[in-house]
């Protein structure tokens, strides 16, 4: 093989083995989680395009949302209803809605990849509701507590009940997970009879009448799917959640694919207090050095069987190349022998 040829190999080789080295330097799902973009939500207004209430609505939440200065994860959307290009389940809904103008955050879920509807306002949302998408009680929380907890238990009790029963669940994991790992895990109500709540209801599915409800809430607010409701609440299927954010590295698992970031303000300043401490102790997998050893014996173990398979048939046209000259060297050497006799 010559100079270039081997070039070649080395960089195919380099390029190959620098993919898992890079996504694994980003340590545990939960600390990759903290530093990856959040999801952004699409605010729409929805009316026919001359509608001039329409651009009055639009006008005023760019205001709004611009006063945010991107902090915010909702992006501002006029959508032309008589559009016929228009598809409408892209907007989460089946057909054009009954009246017009009205506003609807949609969301897009990780699990099947199609837009979802959180919530509507017909014509537009008071200064109250946009007050509700700014802040709450619950959100306020996990921005407080986020950057230095492991991740958040994120729980509401069913209607009429004290909720005795579901904080001892939850409590019981905490005392048993904090008791071996350096960062804790907390828990954050949500009251689903707050007013305040409507948005973070409506996004997480809790409704007024449902049963017991617990996400997992981990990296700058993300709420980990699917949630548990009422009899799969328990210690080990609580655990097997809270593990899962510390698979050793992103290669392994993107933390984009595990949940949804919650619609909330996010100031950068925030990131200052995070901490971030790779894999936790006693869930990690086989340590990166291993894994990326093992991957450049593949590499080489495939290259090695590449090139002999790209050699076969060159071997096998410089066999009938040799061959077809000696055929030629021996009949020419014939018929000079015959000439000669003759």
């Given at each position: 093989?010559?100079s270039?040829s081997?070039?070649?190999w080395?960089?195919?080789?380099?390029?190959?083995?620098?993919?898992?080295?890079?996504?694994?330097?980003?340590?545990?799902?939960?600390?990759?989680?903290l530093?990856?973009?959040?999801?952004?939500?699409?605010l729409?207004?929805?009316a026919?395009?001359d509608?001039?209430?329409?651009a009055?609505?639009?006008?005023?939440?760019?205001?709004w949302?611009?006063g945010f200065?991107?902090?915010?994860?909702?992006?501002?959307?006029?959508?032309n209803?008589?559009?016929?290009?228009?598809?409408?389940p892209?907007?989460?809904?089946?057909?054009?809605?009954?009246?017009?103008?009205?506003v609807v955050?949609?969301g897009?879920?990780?699990?099947?990849?199609?837009p979802?509807?959180?919530?509507?306002?017909?014509?537009?949302?008071?200064?109250e509701?946009?007050?509700?998408?700014?802040?709450?009680p619950?959100r306020?929380?996990?921005?407080h507590?986020?950057?230095n907890s492991?991740a958040?238990l994120?729980?509401s009790?069913?209607?009429?009940s004290?909720?005795?029963?579901?904080?001892?669940?939850?409590d019981?994991?905490?005392?048993?997970?904090?008791?071996?790992?350096?960062?804790?895990?907390?828990?954050?109500?949500?009251?689903?009879?707050d007013p305040?709540?409507?948005?973070?209801?409506a996004?997480?599915g809790?409704?007024?009448?449902?049963?017991?409800w617990?996400?997992?809430?981990?990296?700058?607010?993300?709420?980990?799917?699917?949630?548990?409701l009422?009899?799969?609440i328990?210690?080990?299927?609580?655990?097997?959640l809270v593990?899962?954010?510390?698979v050793p590295?992103t290669?392994?698992q993107?933390?984009?694919?595990?949940?949804?970031d919650?619609?909330?303000?996010?100031?950068?300043?925030?990131d200052?207090?995070?901490i971030?401490i790779?894999p936790?102790?006693?869930?990690?997998e086989?340590?990166i050095?291993?894994?990326?050893?093992?991957l450049q014996?593949?590499?080489?173990?495939?290259?090695?069987?590449?090139?002999?398979?790209a050699?076969?048939p060159?071997?096998?046209l410089?066999?009938?190349?040799?061959?077809?000259?000696?055929?030629f060297i021996?009949?020419?050497?014939?018929?000079?022998?015959d000439?000669?006799?003759r």
């Amino acid at each position: 093989m010559n100079s270039i040829s081997k070039s070649f190999w080395v960089l195919g080789l380099a390029g190959i083995i620098a993919i898992p080295v890079w996504a694994c330097n980003e340590g545990s799902v939960r600390d990759a989680a903290l530093q990856c973009n959040r999801d952004i939500h699409r605010l729409c207004v929805i009316a026919n395009a001359d509608d001039e209430l329409a651009a009055q609505i639009h006008a005023r939440l760019k205001t709004w949302l611009d006063g945010f200065e991107n902090r915010l994860n909702m992006r501002l959307e006029r959508i032309n209803a008589d559009d016929p290009s228009l598809l409408w389940p892209s907007l989460g809904v089946p057909a054009a809605p009954p009246s017009m103008p009205v506003v609807v955050l949609v969301g897009l879920s990780p699990a099947t990849r199609y837009p979802f509807v959180i919530d509507h306002w017909e014509p537009e949302p008071s200064n109250e509701d946009l007050a509700i998408l700014e802040r709450s009680p619950a959100r306020e929380a996990i921005q407080h507590n986020a950057m230095n907890s492991w991740a958040l238990l994120l729980y509401s009790a069913a209607a009429g009940s004290d909720g005795r029963d579901l904080r001892g669940k939850l409590d019981a994991v905490v005392e048993k997970w904090n008791k071996r790992q350096l960062l804790e895990l907390k828990c954050v109500n949500v009251d689903r009879t707050d007013p305040r709540e409507r948005l973070l209801c409506a996004f997480t599915g809790i409704t007024s009448a449902g049963p017991d409800w617990v996400g997992v809430v981990f990296g700058r607010g993300k709420l980990m799917a699917p949630p548990l409701l009422g009899a799969q609440i328990g210690e080990t299927n609580l655990t097997k959640l809270v593990e899962g954010l510390a698979v050793p590295c992103t290669c392994l698992q993107d933390p984009a694919t595990l949940g949804l970031d919650i619609p909330m303000p996010w100031d950068s300043s925030l990131d200052a207090a995070a901490i971030s401490i790779g894999p936790v102790s006693g869930f990690a997998e086989t340590p990166i050095e291993e894994r990326v050893q093992a991957l450049q014996n593949d590499v080489k173990d495939e290259v090695s069987s590449m090139v002999f398979l790209a050699l076969i048939p060159l071997l096998a046209l410089a066999t009938a190349a040799v061959g077809a000259t000696i055929v030629f060297i021996v009949r020419r050497g014939a018929s000079r022998i015959d000439s000669a006799e003759r």
